[in-house]
Nanobody, 120 residues
Framework: QVQLVESGGGLVQAEESLRLSCAAS????????MGWYRQSPGKQRDLVAT???????NYADSVKGRFTIFRDNAKNTLYLEMNRLKPEDTDVYYC??????????????WGQGTQVTVSS
């Protein structure tokens, strides 16, 4: 059973930094992508950053140059380093693990989410 447990969210001022962590367990070998998504109430969940099994990364345009996704395979932990935070980064952040077979064929696993609030 896949378990993803996020931590590290909180309340910060604009221009400050936060690091989110996602401890993963029970991961099947077929998981080939992990990532961070964020969502506001009543809105769709949006991609923030992903990292493939091979280490390729992808970022939303709004976070490029400010956020970094990386992982520690020995600790089975995924991270999101967030720098120069802006009020518009305020959201619930979700850890994702996925078996991606094609653009329209994927199986997703989600964590419970962690709140990030950035005050101006």
């Amino acid at each position: 059973q896949v378990q993803l447990v996020e931590s590290g969210g909180g309340l910060v001022q604009a221009e400050e930094s936060l690091r989110l962590s996602c401890a993963a367990s029970g991961m099947p070998f077929s998981i080939n992508e992990m990532g961070w998504y964020r969502q506001s109430p009543g809105k769709q969940r949006d991609l923030v950053a992903t990292i493939t099994k091979g280490g390729s990364t992808n970022y939303a345009d709004s976070v490029k140059g400010r956020f970094t996704i990386f992982r520690d395979n020995a600790k089975n932990t995924l991270y999101l380093e967030m720098n120069r935070l802006k009020p518009e980064d305020t959201d619930v952040y979700y850890c994702n693990a996925a078996i991606v077979r094609s653009k329209r064929d994927r199986k997703d696993y989600w964590g419970q989410g962690t709140q990030v609030t950035v005050s101006s």
